[in-house]
């Protein structure tokens, strides 16, 4: 059973920064393509930015490219997401997610495993 465990979601002002964690456990996990989502109030889950297994490769969206940098620590077991100059359009609940099957890393529909979300607010 994989299990993904989101942290470090927080209510903060405009142009603040945060830093998300991932943690994975459970006996199938090996490292794989990773992504990060968010789900603003009233909207769907979108993708925020995909991560290669070794971590040298990343995929963002448009929306944050430039301002939220994704990492991984494979030993650890463990995902970030470090957001930087954050905006109002930023709110919403951030997902993790993992066991990827294509086709694209932005996709909700290519990860079979996810997290429960933490809440990131960001207002002025």
């Known amino acids: 059973q994989v299990k993904l465990v989101e942290s470090g979601g927080d209510s903060v002002t405009i142009g603040a920064s945060l830093k998300l964690t991932c943690v994975v456990s459970?006996?199938?996990?090996?490292?794989?393509?990773m992504g990060w989502f968010r789900q603003a109030p009233g909207g769907e889950r979108e993708g925020v930015v995909g991560?290669?297994?070794?971590?040298?490769?990343?995929w963002y969206a448009d929306s944050v490219n430039g301002r939220f940098i994704a990492s991984r620590d494979n030993a650890k077991d463990s995902l970030f997401l470090e957001m930087n100059n954050l905006k109002p359009e930023d709110t919403g609940v951030y997902y993790c997610?993992?066991?990827?099957?294509?086709?694209?890393?932005?996709?909700?529909?290519?990860?079979?495993?996810w997290g429960q979300g933490t809440r990131v607010t960001v207002s002025s």
């Open positions: 997610a993992t066991g990827y099957r294509g086709p694209r890393a932005l996709r909700t529909s290519s990860y079979r495993y």
């Open positions: 459970g006996a199938t996990f090996s490292p794989d393509y």
């Open positions: 991560i290669s297994p070794d971590g040298t490769a990343t």
